[in-house]
């Protein structure tokens, strides 16, 4: 059994090439011998349930709790009987983890992330290509249809193509546009309808479930699917390691591919992510490719090479020498 010595919450931002500022904390965990870990708890904007500042304050209220606990292998179920937020039960489970089962070299499959205007995407293709990138998510929400073809044209001999219309279009024109392609063409196509419950009708392409579950369908649901091949997880938003368990599980049993997801967590975050990926043994590229996105890292920079990401077993002591982050 551990006993935890310390907790202590570290905020952060970080400018995107976007020109947004991404906010959120560090929690850094210590137990009484002196082994550290550290993760992000960075609810996403418009997408969390829950704001950065409710998730702080929980974790406060926590703290003398998670300090007095006796923790031992049930530790995931013990946090996930506690009801937390999901952005504050992925940075808690995280952080016990590192500590547990201390991370050793991991070296991940990943999946670029293309979006922004139809020259910015371009940019940015070039870029993952000369990277050594051959997977990569193609966002089209933001480009017109004929904007959307072009560019599907010219990158789908290049990558293997992971089409997210992030619930853009309606029914129809979604339909309409994507039957110009042949079968083969993406690697799945991820929420391609407004209306979630049409998504029966979208037998085309392989089909992928991000923000449609568990919001709008159940997993009954997705079991109807005819043509779902992919279910995308987001640890932040929709809770962490141990609600992840019984999805994984289930994928497996029906073949379909579980695909963990970034929501722009800082690059601590993300390494939280890979070191789930890891833990549920993935073999198809994880999304993490908000990663390029980042104008600021807070520890060593991942090290990306031909679609896989590797990082250190000790990437904390950088994180730690930081002198810019207030601690309360």
């Given at each position: 059994m551990y006993k935890m010595e310390d907790l202590s919450f570290h905020p952060y931002e970080i400018p995107l090439t976007t020109g947004k500022i991404r906010t959120g904390c560090l929690i850094h965990i210590t137990d009484r011998l002196g082994n550290c870990g550290i993760s992000d708890v960075a609810p996403l904007p418009q997408f969390s349930l829950e704001s950065l500042t409710e998730a702080i304050q929980q974790f406060k209220k926590k703290k003398e709790e998670i300090l007095h606990t006796h923790w031992g292998s049930d530790f995931l179920e013990k946090i996930d009987s506690w009801n937390l937020f999901p952005s504050v039960q992925f940075a808690l489970e995280s952080a016990l983890l590192s500590i547990f089962s201390p991370r050793i070299e991991l070296t991940i499959p990943t999946s670029a992330l293309l979006m922004g205007s139809f020259q910015e995407i371009l940019h940015l293709a070039r870029l993952r290509q000369q990277e050594g990138f051959t997977s990569a998510k193609l966002k089209v929400n933001n480009l017109s249809f004929k904007e959307a073809f072009q560019i599907i044209h010219t990158l789908k001999d290049t990558f293997q193509l992971r089409i997210d219309v992030n619930r853009a279009w309606n029914t129809t024109d979604s339909l309409e546009f994507f039957s110009k392609f042949p079968e083969n063409t993406f690697d799945y196509v991820e929420e391609?309808?407004?209306?979630?419950?049409?998504?029966?009708?979208?037998?085309?392409?392989?089909?992928?479930?991000?923000?449609?579950?568990?919001?709008?369908?159940?997993?009954?649901?997705?079991?109807?699917?005819?043509?779902?091949?992919?279910?995308?997880?987001?640890?932040?938003?929709?809770?962490?390691?141990?609600?992840?368990?019984?999805?994984?599980?289930?994928?497996?049993?029906?073949?379909?591919?579980?695909?963990?997801?970034?929501?722009?967590?800082?690059?601590?975050?993300?390494?939280?992510?890979?070191?789930?990926?890891?833990?549920?043994?993935?073999?198809?590229?994880?999304?993490?490719?908000?990663?390029?996105?980042?104008?600021?890292?807070?520890?060593?920079?991942?090290?990306?090479t031909h679609s896989h990401v590797t990082i250190s077993s000790k990437p904390w002591k950088t994180i730690l020498n930081k002198s810019n982050f207030q601690t309360f």
């Open positions: 391609p309808f407004q209306n979630p419950h049409d998504l029966d009708q979208f037998t085309l392409h392989p089909l992928a479930v991000d923000e449609s579950f568990p919001g709008d369908l159940s997993l009954k649901e997705l079991e109807s699917l005819p043509n779902l091949k992919a279910l995308i997880y987001k640890p932040t938003i929709q809770g962490g390691i141990f609600k992840s368990l019984h999805l994984h599980e289930w994928t497996q049993k029906r073949k379909i591919q579980f695909i963990l997801s970034s929501s722009f967590e800082s690059d601590v975050g993300l390494m939280n992510i890979v070191s789930l990926a890891n833990l549920l043994s993935l073999k198809d590229p994880i999304g993490i490719g908000t990663y390029h996105y980042l104008n600021q890292y807070l520890g060593d920079p991942l090290f990306f």
